[in-house]
């Protein structure tokens, strides 16, 4: 298998396994770890309310706890993702890159293999903790993430170098991917474009008009719930919990819309080279292509009405991600179907 | 260059800073309650300082290492695909400079402003940079339409 073919398959599989991996997490663990969080920000009051210092200091270890649990899991799902996306992308700069074939296979089983090891070390952060720990506050687990990190950095590095070899001749080593001047090549480059456009204006939106005011807020609504407490007046200071939540929710729904959004339009443009070497017919082509987007958009909108609509919303938004998925995986399939071709028209 | 610059970034942060910060996070909001517990309201108002400014830090340097990567990827891909945007060379060029000017300028805007909280330079640069994102990304796509007409 060539290397361009191994950061095709190896990207797709890793952005599927990812946004699989995401889906999962939100449906079963996002919100349960907001639950316990905020229960445990309830005790805490408590414990204020009681005059107990120890009691506090032993429920933030709690609460560091699942802020490591779900942040990891958040990290391992982007990690994997992006991976996957710089896969396609050398897949995509392969022609420019004056190495041997040799080199360049043993460069994308490097970069594959680092793409599967990193999000597992930071999978596994929450649940190794610091066993055995080789330095002072750094696990094995993060040790492993760490040096999977240097492993892909380093990739990075050699087709840096193989693209300054290039820079020299100007010579391409393999025929270049063309995106595709179809219906699901065009519609991909154009939405995708369109898709990263509209997350980069809510970031700036978000960025300019809710962050500064989201981080005065929090600090304003600690205090508060200290001050509360302090007076023995645990309803209040439940209240305060409420809103503490609210707030971590208005922005978690607006950081996760804005890296979907754009997300998905980098994965959109990113497909729209792979095309010609989805082989399906052109009816089945389309359809996956209306399903990829169809998701990209349903997924940060609803992300976004959850505020307003609740659960309900993050349904359709989860339903969206799946949409994204199977488009994502008939593609795969696609190319799967082109290999097995070309395998068989090389065997005859 | 961006790209391996933002996981560079990245690995430093997570192996030298990262597990400091988050327990240093933990450790100040910890105290701000314990001190409210024990009725010290001046301890635990300066501990919920220190948890604010510490966040404030960790946001932003996460935020820089994934925009940094992200546009990163962006402009390898716009570069692939630059010679469909159809407009003369020379505005061509005015689109990829802010392209990447905005690129490079919007993140070490972020991490700037962890050195100086509220230095107004860093965050007007943290508006600008985005802005030549922004123009960029919408020259792009007028570019890629103008191609069927």
């Not at chain 1, 020299?168 to 080593?173: A, V």
């Not at chain 2, 010679?83 to 003369?88: D, H, I, K």
């Given at each position: 298998m060539s290397a361009r073919r191994l950061y095709i398959f190896g990207g797709m599989a890793l952005i599927a396994a990812g946004m699989l991996f995401g889906d999962v997490f939100a449906v079963f663990i996002l919100h349960q770890n907001a639950g316990k969080q905020g229960a445990a920000l309830i005790e805490a009051s408590r414990a204020v309310a009681d005059r107990d210092p120890g009691a506090a200091t032993a429920i933030f270890g709690r609460i560091g706890g699942l802020l490591e649990d779900r942040g990891t899991k958040v990290d391992a799902h982007v990690h994997m993702i992006d991976a996957g996306y710089l896969a396609l992308l050398l897949a995509l700069v392969q022609p420019y890159i004056a190495l041997s074939q040799q080199t360049k296979k043993t460069m994308a089983g490097l970069f594959i293999t680092g793409g599967i090891f990193l999000p597992l070390g930071i999978f596994l952060i929450h649940y190794v903790g610091?066993?055995?720990?080789?330095?002072a506050v750094i696990g094995w687990a993060s040790v492993l993430a760490d040096s999977t990190g240097a492993v892909l950095i380093f990739v990075l590095l050699v087709q840096a170098w193989g693209f300054w070899k290039y820079l020299?001749?100007?010579?391409?080593?393999e025929p270049e991917l063309q995106a595709e001047d179809s219906m699901p090549g065009r519609a991909l480059l154009t939405g995708g474009t369109l898709l990263v456009l509209l997350g980069f204006l809510h970031g700036a939106y978000y960025a300019g008009t809710m962050l500064y005011q989201h981080e005065r807020l929090e600090t304003t609504i600690l205090l508060h719930m200290m001050g509360v407490a302090s007076e023995g007046n645990l309803a209040a200071a439940s209240g305060e919990v409420t809103n503490f939540g609210n707030l971590a929710g208005a922005r978690a729904v607006n950081i996760a819309a804005h890296s979907h959004i754009i997300e998905f339009g980098l994965l959109a443009m990113l497909l729209s080279f792979v095309q010609p070497y989805v082989f399906l017919s052109e009816k089945w082509k389309r359809r996956w292509v209306k399903t990829l987007l169809g998701g990209s958009v349903i997924l940060p909108v609803f992300v976004l009405l959850e505020l307003k609509l609740g659960l309900l919303a993050g349904g359709i938004a989860d339903l969206g991600g799946l949409m994204v998925i199977i488009g994502l995986i008939g593609m795969l399939v696609g190319i799967l179907r082109y290999a097995g071709h070309l395998d068989t028209a090389e065997g005859e | 260059m961006l790209a391996a610059l933002g996981m560079l970034y990245g690995l430093y942060y997570a192996v030298f800073v990262e597990h400091q910060t988050l327990d240093q996070m933990g450790g100040s909001l910890a105290r701000a309650f314990a001190s409210a517990a024990a009725r010290d309201a001046s301890q635990s108002q300066t501990a919920l300082e220190a948890y604010a400014g510490t966040k404030y830090d960790y946001v932003r340097q996460v935020d820089a290492h994934s925009h940094w990567i992200g546009l990163g990827m962006l402009l390898i891909l716009l570069g692939v695909v630059f010679?469909?945007?159809?407009?003369?060379e020379a505005m061509r060029q005015v689109i990829a400079i802010c392209l990447l000017a905005g690129s490079a300028a919007f993140p070490l805007a972020v991490i700037l402003q962890t050195y100086h909280h509220g230095a107004l330079i860093f965050k007007a640069l943290a508006v600008v940079g985005p802005g030549f994102v922004i123009f960029g990304l919408t020259a792009t796509a007028w570019g890629f339409a103008r191609q069927g007409t």
């Open positions: 610091l066993a055995y720990r080789p330095f020299q001749k100007r010579e391409l080593t | 010679g469909r945007v159809n407009f003369s």
